[in-house]
């Protein structure tokens, strides 16, 4: 799924219809308010504030430089997720990227998050990422069984190193996908060598 | 269909045979059609001449071998050097145009299409596909095969998640087949 074939529109299992897109200026309002209507529980476990202005405007200005590839999901106009890839531009891990996946609890369990980190592990492949990674605290199940239908596996615990709202260390899990191993399936195909040749 | 053979020439690492075989699998998986494939190597996987011939055709095919095609698919120099004199008159060249170069050894007769299908597939990312473009180029030109059909050989030959680039290289070709192939008229 490349950025170029969004938006598009997926069915959650309920029947609702969303619609995925890059993320405009225009839509980081509605992103913020997004974020402020997230309980505090969900927001704790995100890396930033993001409910402030100084946080969306240097979001947007990531976005601008293409350190951040950022897709909302929305239903009418409201945003209900956000999917955005990390990556660094220059240095030893240019080919890594770093997926941040929040959805909104009202559509949970319904397919959006797989549907909207499948179309980002795509992006991530056509700029060029070889390996994504994603992290997640060990009781967040539901992010864990999306990573690894679409391939990500648990790569390194931090024990005890985020602490949750009421205080209690839980471990911190990387999983990660080696996305390059993708295309080295195609690579091989490509070789024209056969063994068994007449 | 008439029966219609098929040369495919190009480097090892090019893939000239998945190109190959998609044509045959789209012919005959999905086009209902008959079609066999030959494939031949230099003695190198890799960087050294490399070949395929498909046959394609309404009936049985008897005899597998390609000694005068109806079309060639070529993608070196090397390949164009050793298989034009095989082309039938009043045959078909499809080339990449900028790994080949036409001389005067064109049969009588004889047409030829050129598409930058190596620049195409880095402008879409990934050198890798330039296969699939010329698997476009060659759907596109011809019109031997329906799109449909070649659009499920193709993502049902690729690896899991090179899909979507794939199909999105197999368009740009044959777009551009479809584009040029008024010059064939």
């Not at chain 2, 004889?110 to 597939?121: E, L, Q, S, Y």
Request: net charge neutral; proline share 3%; charged share 25%.
């Amino acid at each position: 799924m490349a950025a170029s074939t969004l938006p598009r529109t997926v069915t959650l299992q309920d029947g609702r219809t969303i619609e995925l897109l890059m993320l405009e200026v225009s839509d980081c309002l509605g992103l913020v308010e997004f974020y402020r209507t997230l309980p505090e529980q969900d927001r704790e476990v995100l890396k930033d504030d993001v409910t402030t202005k100084e946080w969306a405007d240097r979001f947007l200005r990531k976005v601008a430089t293409k350190e951040i590839v950022c897709l909302v999901a929305k239903d009418g106009d409201k945003v209900v997720g956000e999917a955005s890839l990390y990556r660094t531009l220059h240095g030893w891990t240019k080919h890594v990227g770093e997926i941040r996946l929040t959805i909104a609890r009202s559509h949970r369990r319904q397919g959006l998050g797989l549907a909207m980190a499948g179309t980002l592990v795509k992006i991530a492949t056509d700029i060029g990422i070889e390996k994504l990674l994603v992290n997640m605290v060990e009781n967040q199940l539901g992010s864990r069984r999306t990573f690894e239908k679409l391939g990500f596996q648990k790569e390194a615990v931090l024990p005890r190193h985020v602490k949750d709202i009421s205080g209690t260390k839980r471990d911190l899990i990387i999983m990660a996908n080696d996305v390059s191993q993708i295309w080295a399936a195609m690579e091989t195909m490509v070789q024209d060598y056969q063994p068994h040749r007449d | 269909m008439a029966k219609t053979e098929i040369r495919l020439g190009g480097l090892g690492g090019q893939g000239v045979i998945l190109c190959a075989s998609i044509i045959g699998k789209c012919a005959s998986i999905f086009g209902g059609k008959q079609a066999t494939l030959i494939q031949a190597f230099g003695p190198e996987a890799r960087g050294s001449a490399c070949s395929a011939q498909v046959i394609l055709s309404d009936e049985a095919i008897g005899y597998p071998y390609v000694k005068t095609p109806d079309i060639l698919v070529l993608m070196s120099q090397d390949a164009y050097n050793q298989f034009i004199p095989q082309l039938k008159p009043e045959g078909l060249v499809l080339y990449e145009e900028e790994l080949v170069a036409l001389d005067g050894k064109l049969p009588k007769g004889a047409k030829a299409v050129g598409i930058p299908a190596t620049r195409f597939a880095e402008e879409l990312g990934r050198r890798l596909v330039l296969n699939i473009v010329m698997v476009g180029f060659f759907a596109g030109a011809t019109g031997l095969v329906s799109w449909e059909a070649i659009e499920q050989a193709v993502k049902s030959s690729v690896p899991k998640g090179t899909e979507e680039l794939n199909l999105k290289a197999l368009k740009k070709g044959y777009d551009y087949g479809r584009e040029h192939s008024t010059q064939l008229k």
